[in-house]
């Protein structure tokens, strides 16, 4: 049985981004979407991560190095690959999450 990480400070204190959409904000484990009709989303410790430093990223692209260095947990391309992947399926829109091709990942704002 796995035991799960114990978030830090910094993980635990919400995040907000506004979107041309409305406010994106993540408190704790649980993303809240400004889509109508959407529902708050858990999400997984490493999709998380992966959200909260695209929302602090307001948009810019974040290229694979840097979200390798920022994830620690993350450890491979590989990883952040099925961290991308999982973000999106939790999503009720998986284009949030865009790949810019040979530079990275951005978040649609």
């Known amino acids: 049985m796995a035991i799960p990480a114990r978030q830090t400070p910094e993980e635990d204190q919400a995040l907000r981004l506004h979107t041309r959409h409305g406010d994106i904000r993540?408190?704790?484990?649980?993303?809240?979407?400004?889509?109508?009709?959407?529902?708050?989303?858990?999400?997984?410790?490493?999709?998380?991560?992966?959200?909260?430093?695209?929302?602090?990223?307001?948009?810019?692209?974040?290229?694979?190095?840097?979200?390798?260095a920022v994830l620690p947990h993350c450890g491979s391309e590989h990883a952040l690959e099925m961290w991308v992947s999982r973000l999106r399926h939790s999503l009720p829109d998986p284009g949030m999450v865009k790949t810019v091709v040979k530079r990275g990942y951005r978040l649609v704002v």
């Open 26 to 68: 993540v408190a704790g484990d649980t993303l809240h979407l400004p889509h109508p009709g959407a529902s708050a989303v858990q999400l997984a410790p490493g999709p998380l991560a992966l959200m909260r430093a695209l929302m602090k990223a307001q948009g810019a692209v974040l290229s694979r190095e840097h979200l390798l």
